[in-house]
């Protein structure tokens, strides 16, 4: 079982999709850690994740995450991932190996009525990339990495906990 035997929880999946909110309610419940990469990346860079995009581009976002993310030596902790994780797969391979992917899989009409604005959320893309490009290349990388899927909406948090906690 995920964290009695010291293993990790790790979340993927888009913005919006409840990486971090869920996470945190089910690291609660399997009384586990919990470590939100895309603030452990605005520590070390000592600034969000939008000012990071702005000021070096999405690809410099992309190589501090995955220093991170190879940094980063956890036990018994859900880790809430940046949506971007899974470009890295020397990272994703780091992350799977003590540990069980969970992708919360979110349609892309949900993504953009949860996250409105998107240019404000320091999303990794190419400048001439829409969000629903952006949705199509990440859905390919999260079902590769991913041990389980859950479907993250039509649930509240709580029923959503509760499915996740089932899977494992």
Do not use: W
Not at 52 to 62: C, E, H, K, P, Q
Not at 67 to 72: N, P, R
Request: net charge negative.
């Amino acid at each position: 079982m995920v964290g009695r035997n010291g293993r990790n929880l790790i979340f993927i999946g888009m913005p919006g999709s409840g990486k971090s909110t869920i996470g945190v309610l089910v690291a609660k419940r399997l009384g586990m850690g919990f470590t939100d990469t895309d603030l452990l990346i605005q520590e070390q860079a000592g600034r969000t994740l939008q000012e990071i995009v702005d000021r070096d581009g999405y690809v410099a976002l992309r190589q501090i995450e995955e220093q991170v993310l190879l940094a980063l030596d956890v036990q018994n902790q859900v880790i809430s991932t940046g949506g971007s994780a899974v470009y890295s797969d020397a990272a994703m391979q780091h992350l799977k190996r003590n540990g069980t992917v969970v992708f919360l899989d979110i349609s892309l009409e949900t993504v953009i009525h949860r996250i409105g604005d998107y240019s404000l959320r320091g999303i990794s893309r190419r400048p001439d990339q829409s969000l629903a490009e952006l949705f199509e290349e990440r859905f390919a990388l999260y079902t590769r990495y991913a041990d389980l899927t859950v479907k993250g909406e039509g649930f509240n948090q709580d029923q959503l906990c509760e499915a996740i906690i089932r899977k494992l």
